[in-house]
């Protein structure tokens, strides 16, 4: 089963969700984290719950997969925010000024460091290098790289993002109406 | 009129297409919609700082080189060269009759590793065929035994390039001699140090060559199954691994008897989830065995006891790039590069401020100056130089004035550095070294598994130290406190990271001890940039009261009337710098003065 269609079906039952993903990798020496990191692609994050859950049809124990989650960075406890930043603190951002973007992105986006916006519209992470040091300073986006930010280009791509986060409600909202 | 058509490539690593490449490849395929040109994708050239790319190849074999594009630019090279051959002067940056600065980043590097890279299409196994890919498991197999293997990779001199340095044909000859009825090869793509992407570079460039030399490698040390740990930062890498051992199951290079011989092998793919430490050896088999990645005891090494308990012999992706080449082109071509010691080349993530920024392979024994200013083309700033950091958060600062020191392993441990797994980080004036120091142990700090007490509970002292240096608060007892503490982190620790953490601290301390004094003793910073011990003014002279700093201050910090000289209340000023940012008149400028005369 495809990552969508995945969560497709985590919507309706995420239950069977769970399931289906112990299945696929149990068989597996060692699949505690590949499992992990499936139930967190599906449902954005792992709950407590969903471990019992994990734990209930894997055989492995809560607290072993509880071990897991908080030590690998990768792993959230809770959902994030509608759009996912993570602004790159490698070594050369850094040099580029990495601190400065965090501040302009945590003024703009009201995100405490590390967290969700009250709003639940933005959650800004650090992350290390993401491998293009040449455009320092970086930040992600969700799924776009934004390369050779200053913070006022920062200001910039948060305004056009929630503008464009409008427009596709508006849009989805007039097609219900239609 | 050329005779034929010409082949267009357009860079798309992840540095390209962070810098807008997608958009590019986009418009040249819409443009070349109705034509039989062919149009092929391409890894990274190496040549970050000028992305996106579009390479344009006569059917002569005359090669084009186009940097630093927007889509604007492709849909004119397309109409103007591609389609009617009259090459783009002014978008050219490499080129028949084009005399440009950048053709020394590529004249002066030397490329056996590379070489593939923005040249093949990786998401195709017989473009990688077709310059010889699979050729060096395909003579290991029908004329080598894996001992003359083993013989041909400790004659080349291939010393790991994961950090260590340590001989490969020593360590799969230690895995091929322990008992074991399993054993495993791991490849380490981990790439953990956080600046460095040469790994992830070839990943995505040369994809099957890694393969290739796991494979050589599986057959050498008698393993049927092979791991490659990537991080998960890394989505287009993974993604192409994947489509490659697909590729490479299809044609019988993976599997079961590979290209008919009795030797079977098949590689599986792990994910790392986020921790520096499990690119450490036995921390990285524990995260593999799905357990958290805390380093353990060595030895035994993991060539006796590795994966699940089996022979497992773990090598850098760099490595493993480099195995097929020392087959295929036999070893002494190979160890005919480099130093006695340190034989063929290395990569390096060349970054921060360097005019040409990038990877590059350059022989070992190459000297830091070299790099920075005849391939790197100096600093970007134009200010002075000030120094280099090898090895990431392991490694040490090198400052200019050791710049003649050759890079290979000895040279390196001789001045308090490390190779390290390739980062080479250029800093110039405006760089802080208390600053880069504290940046790397925040890394470090956080990155500790916890195990060891010096290392979980001794960084967080040398950070908090080196904190209150950077805020003005520092005592002139700190940097004994530091020295002290640094060599006892490293001797009370298991694993490599303790073991070299602290070197970040001891290198600017050895070489930018008037930094630490100039923090401490007279609480200023000579590069402006710790923020407690620099001021934001506006200079009455430049400034035009055009407002603008006043709206974007987001404290309120900045006042004053229209066309009138506006000030800056220092009390409410966080140090943001949206304000130099956006006046346009340089008024506001930055100080740091010595505050105590001692
Ligand atoms: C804290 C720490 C982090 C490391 N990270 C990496 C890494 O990201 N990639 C890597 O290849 N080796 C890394 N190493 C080195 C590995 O432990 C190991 O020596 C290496 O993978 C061996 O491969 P080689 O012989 O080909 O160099 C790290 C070591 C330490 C102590
Ligand atoms: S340090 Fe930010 S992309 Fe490499």
Request: glycine share 10%.
């Amino acid at each position: 089963m495809e990552t969508n269609e995945l969560k497709v079906l985590a919507g309706e039952n995420p239950l069977f969700a769970i399931k289906e993903i112990v299945q696929r990798h149990n068989a597996y020496l060692g699949s505690a984290i590949p499992i992990l990191q499936d139930i967190q692609n599906t449902f954005g994050y792992v709950s407590p719950e969903m471990m019992m859950r994990v734990s209930d049809f894997s055989g492995i124990p809560v607290s072993e997969l509880y071990s897991i989650v908080t030590f690998y960075a990768q792993f959230r406890l809770e959902p994030i925010g509608e759009n996912l930043i993570q602004v790159c603190h490698g070594t050369a951002c850094h040099l580029a000024g990495a601190e400065k973007i965090t501040e302009a992105l945590q003024f703009e986006t009201k995100a405490p460091a590390g967290g969700t916006s009250p709003d639940r519209k933005f959650t800004v992470e650090k992350v290390a290098c993401i491998g293009c040091c040449s455009l320092a300073p970086v930040m992600n986006l969700n799924e776009d790289t934004h390369g050779r930010l200053t913070p006022d280009k920062v200001k910039k791509v948060i305004k056009a993002r929630l503008k464009a986060a409008e427009a596709e409600a508006e849009s989805k909202g007039g097609s219900k109406d239609a | 009129m050329r005779n034929g058509n010409p082949t267009v490539k357009v860079g798309l690593a992840t540095c390209a297409i962070a810098a807008g490449a997608a958009k590019v490849y986009e418009t040249v395929k819409e443009s070349l919609k109705d034509t039989d040109i062919t149009l092929e994708r391409a890894g990274c050239m190496g040549m970050c700082y000028s992305e996106p790319n579009i390479e344009v190849i006569e059917p002569d074999g005359v090669k084009y080189f186009y940097g630093n594009l927007t889509p604007e630019d492709a849909a004119v090279i397309v109409e103007e060269h591609v389609k009617k051959g009259n090459p783009v002067q002014e978008l050219l940056i490499l080129g028949e009759g084009c005399q440009t600065e950048d053709a020394s980043f590529l004249s002066k590097q030397h490329r056996i590793l590379l070489k593939n890279c923005g040249h093949i299409d990786p998401e195709d196994i017989e473009s990688y065929m077709a310059v010889g890919g699979y050729e060096g498991i395909r003579k290991a197999l029908t004329t080598m035994t894996p001992d003359e293997v083993i013989e041909e990779i400790k004659l080349s001199g291939l010393r790991g390039r994961g950090g260590a340095g340590f001989p490969t044909g020593m360590k799969w000859m230690f895995t091929r001699q322990a008992e074991g009825e399993q054993k495993y090869i791991v490849c380490n793509a981990d790439e953990g140090d956080p600046g460095a992407f040469m790994d992830r570079s070839i990943l995505e460039g040369d994809t099957h060559s890694v393969l290739e030399g796991m494979l050589i490698a599986g057959y050498a040390i008698g393993a049927s199954i092979g791991y490659v740990y990537i991080r998960a930062e890394y989505p287009l890498a993974i993604r192409r691994l994947k489509l490659g051992i697909a590729q490479a199951r299809e044609r019988g290079f993976l599997g079961k008897n590979v290209m008919g011989s009795t030797f079977s092998f098949d590689i599986n793919i792990r994910e790392g989830a986020g921790a520096f430490v499990c690119g450490e050896e036995t921390a990285l088999l524990m995260s593999i065995e799905g357990k958290r990645g805390m380093p353990r005891f060595r030895p035994p090494f993991p060539a006796q006891k590795g994966l699940f308990g089996y022979p497992t012999s773990i090598n850098n992706v760099e490595t493993f790039g480099n195995v097929p080449r020392i087959l295929h082109q036999g070893a002494s071509a190979y160890n005919s590069l480099g130093t006695e010691k340190s034989k063929g080349t290395k990569v390096f993530a060349l970054a921060g401020k360097i005019k040409r920024g990038g990877l590059v392979e350059i022989p070992m024994g190459t000297t830091i100056n070299e790099i920075v200013f005849a391939v790197g083309g100096g600093i970007s700033t134009g200010k002075p130089f000030k120094a280099v950091q090898t090895g990431g958060p392991s490694g040490g600062c090198i400052p200019a004035n050791l710049g003649d020191t050759p890079m290979d392993y000895e040279s390196l441990q001789k001045i308090g550095a490390i190779m390290g797994s390739g980062g080479l980080l250029v800093m110039d004036e405006e760089t802080c070294m208390v600053d880069v120091a504290k940046y790397f142990l925040d890394f470090t700090k956080e990155e500790s598994c916890g195990k060891c007490t010096f290392c979980r509970a001794g960084m967080n002292q040398m950070h908090k130290i080196l904190e209150r240096i950077c805020d003005g608060e520092g005592r002139e007892e700190d940097i004994a406190i530091l020295d002290d503490l640094a060599h006892k982190i490293k001797m009370g620790s298991l694993c490599g990271l303790g073991q070299t953490a602290p070197n970040p601290v001891l290198t600017t301390i050895r070489y930018f001890r008037n930094e630490y004094d100039a923090h401490v003793k007279e609480k200023y910073c000579p590069a402006k940039k710790c923020k407690a011990l620099i001021e934001y003014s506006i200079d009455p002279e430049a400034c035009t009261g055009c407002t603008l700093c006043a709206k974007q201050c987001p404290t309120d910090a900045i006042s004053g009337q229209r066309k009138e000289p506006f000030v800056i209340d220092d009390s409410k000023c966080v140090r943001c710098g949206l304000c130099i940012n956006s006046c346009r008149f340089e008024a506001i400028k930055v100080t740091s003065e010595p505050r105590v005369t001692v």
